[in-house]
């Protein structure tokens, strides 16, 4: 049936990039002398930038950006039994093959797995007559956008003054055999896994750091479990990190409001 | 207390406004609210803006993909733009399909760009309530020939501006989401700096000669103020 | 009382001990207190005496019928929501004497902003108010001409334009509700 709500362009049409091998994936070393494809060590993450309460209109709102990883997220609340609600979209234009407006299984996946990952962090007896609802918008895919959806919605649930009992840090894992690579950008993960019997995946950990309570681990490949356990900590190592830039970006939002008022 | 008034009874808490010819938010009444344009911030679009009008966000994103032309225009390609009202930006929106509004606005995008008789090129967005337009130059790939990027030319830039209606006679440029349902009637106008491409008032309050006249000439001027705004990010970015 | 502490959700505030207790916006869990809430830390000394919560929502009424009428709360004391929440005052909750003949059409009109005060929470749909007190009913109403007018009795207000009198439920509205803005 066609779609009559938007307009519609051709029946079938090509991205240019399916003519080029240079976009085409090819099988790369994950490493090259101990460094990645854009310089990083192994574990290190991409510098992350955090804003929180920049959409007026919305309850709660924060924008994340992991380097060229760009999530918007806003929170509203709406009358109705306490419950919370998921939404991730990807932008049209977020990722090297256009995407179709409407939400596909990916994005079906990715809510679900959000709301998996804030659900424990939310405290959902205050909320006996309201449904908060997250919407999350992946402007632009450079990898991991599952964890900045979650850095991202927990932050926007915090500006929004939804009662939490902590704050929720998402951190993405790619396995290709031994070696683990945080935060992997979108070529880390569609590379796919180097000769024969080497396996690899890619784990996405939400970590509740001031608790120390995994809230959401997603999981598919096929690894050792050693090497998975190795990367489960070492997602959780690298929450850690990142959650002072949480705590800091709230922070200086709510001083601001305070001023203001 | 103001706040209370202000919910309680929108309307008066205007007027009392508007009769100092103020508005709430500190603006006259024909002044625009600051704008913000950065072009270029989405790697993964061939082509991409954002433009801030005050709290109104806006960001365009442009994929190019090959397609064989309709049999009956064999030269021309297609523009298809969508304009996304996401429950991001507003409790007004719901998340679903688009909505009337969304799917009118981008309606809206598509004649504009159409009159133009261009491939493909400008980008005209609107959001939350606030029309605003955003030109955005492209860089067409070629076949497979990544390397030589030809960039899109475009054979004028339409620039919209937008009046609120009033208690059918004040007249308020740029409004704001909230002035934009308390009013009467809206008038938005799209002009490329010479011509009036497109203009635009559903319904509502009726307008007098001189009023329409005011809108048309501050569409002209919002024009000129918007091109340079357009040149001075152009020329700050390397491309 | 130094400058207020900014906390954020799952920030530990204080060690749990018998002269601190977690108040809104904290949990405790393991000994600790942590916070819930991304705001300013008080500590407050807590009261003698229990004080009596009192919620004022001011209210819009938008659908009247001769049971109950509907309405928009759109602000709760001195909070005005960013979204209405529904709330619904009942026939028998409209004033304390002679509930039985309280004509819903002579106390309230659609447009009126209403000062009432939360009974229950109610359905899911809608929280139950009540205007039930001298100091609760209408405070704003606009007449049939459209001019706001002027309460006369407790159940009378005027039209300063065209000196009609319409029916309505009147607030005897309270010294703490009237704040004076220098302007």
């Known amino acids: 049936m066609p779609d009559t709500r938007r307009i519609t362009g051709p029946e079938s049409s090509l991205s240019p990039y399916t003519f080029s091998a240079d976009f085409t994936a090819t099988p790369t070393q994950p490493l090259n002398n101990g460094v990645r494809a854009d310089g990083r060590q192994e574990k290190q993450h991409r510098p992350v930038y955090l804003q929180a309460g920049l959409i007026t209109q919305a309850r709660g709102s924060a924008y994340a950006e992991f380097n060229r990883t760009k999530v918007i997220c806003a929170v509203e609340d709406f009358q109705m039994q306490g419950q919370i609600t998921c939404e991730v979209k990807f932008a049209t234009f977020s990722c090297q093959m256009r995407r179709q407006p409407v939400q596909d299984n990916q994005e079906k996946d990715m809510s679900t797995q959000l709301l998996e990952a804030l659900e424990p962090a939310v405290c959902l007896h205050k909320f006996p007559k309201s449904q908060v609802d997250v919407y999350v918008r992946v402007l632009e895919n450079d990898g991991s956008a599952l964890s900045a959806a979650i850095t991202c919605a927990s932050v926007a649930l915090a500006d929004a003054g939804i009662e939490m009992y902590d704050l929720v840090v998402g951190c993405t894992a790619k396995l290709h055999g031994q070696t683990i690579l945080v935060d992997p950008t979108v070529s880390e993960e569609n590379a796919p896994s180097t000769g024969a019997g080497k396996p690899g995946g890619q784990v996405t950990l939400g970590l509740m750091p001031s608790l120390h309570q995994v809230s959401a681990l997603a999981f598919h490949g096929d690894v050792d479990f050693d090497v998975l356990s190795q990367a489960v900590q070492t997602c959780q190592d690298s929450c850690q990190k990142l959650y002072p830039i949480l705590q800091q970006t709230l922070v200086k939002t709510v001083t601001e409001r305070m001023k203001d008022t | 207390m103001a706040d209370e008034f202000r919910t309680a009874q929108p309307k008066e808490y205007y007027r009392k406004f508007l009769e100092k010819d103020v508005r709430p938010d500190n603006r006259e009444l024909g002044e625009f609210r600051p704008t913000v344009l950065n072009i270029g911030s989405i790697s993964t679009a061939e082509g991409s803006a954002l433009i801030k009008l005050g709290n109104t966000t806006v960001i365009c994103g442009v994929k190019g993909e090959l397609a064989e032309p309709k049999t009956e225009t064999p030269k021309e390609g297609y523009i298809v733009p969508n304009v996304e009202l996401s429950a991001l930006c507003s409790p007004q929106f719901r998340p679903g399909p688009p909505s009337e509004q969304a799917q009118v606005l981008s309606q809206f995008v598509a004649d504009v760009i159409k009159n133009l008789g261009n491939w493909c090129g400008c980008s005209a967005l609107k959001n939350t309530a606030l029309p605003t337009v955003t030109v955005d130059e492209e860089t067409k790939k070629v076949e497979t020939d990544f390397k030589q990027q030809n960039m899109l030319h475009l054979s004028c830039c339409p620039i919209s501006s937008t009046c609120a209606v009033f208690d059918d006679t004040v007249l308020l440029v740029d409004p704001t989401s909230e002035e934009q349902t308390l009013a009467t009637g809206i008038v938005t106008v799209v002009t490329d700096g010479k011509n009036i491409c497109c203009l635009d008032k559903p319904g509502g309050s009726p307008l007098t000669d001189s009023q329409m006249r005011t809108c048309i000439e501050r569409a002209f001027q919002r024009h000129r103020e918007a091109c340079k705004l357009m040149e001075d990010t152009l020329c700050s970015i390397d491309r | ?183």
């Open chain 3, 1 to 183: 009382m130094s400058a207020p502490m900014v906390c954020v959700p799952g920030q530990r505030v204080a060690r749990k001990d018998e002269t601190i207790r977690p108040g809104p916006g904290t949990y405790k869990r393991n000994g600790f207190i942590y916070s819930s809430l991304a705001g300013s830390l008080q500590k407050q000394q807590e009261p003698d005496g229990k004080i009596k919560s009192k919620c004022y929502p001011f209210t819009m009424l938008p659908v009247l019928h001769p049971r109950f009428c509907k309405c928009a709360i759109m602000s709760v004391g001195k909070t005005p929501l960013k979204e209405s929440f529904r709330g619904m005052i009942r026939k028998e909750d409209v004033r304390a004497t002679e509930k039985d003949r309280v004509e819903m059409y002579k106390c309230f009109r659609p447009g009126d902003i209403v000062v009432a005060r939360v009974l229950s929470l109610g359905d899911a749909q809608s929280y139950v108010l009540s205007t039930a007190e001298n100091e609760l009913g209408v405070v704003i109403a606009t007449s049939e001409a459209g001019a706001t007018m002027v309460p006369i009795s407790w159940c009378k207000m005027q039209c300063p334009r065209t000196l009609m009198e319409e029916f309505r439920k009147v607030a005897k509205v309270q010294p703490e509700f009237i704040e004076y803005t220098p302007t």
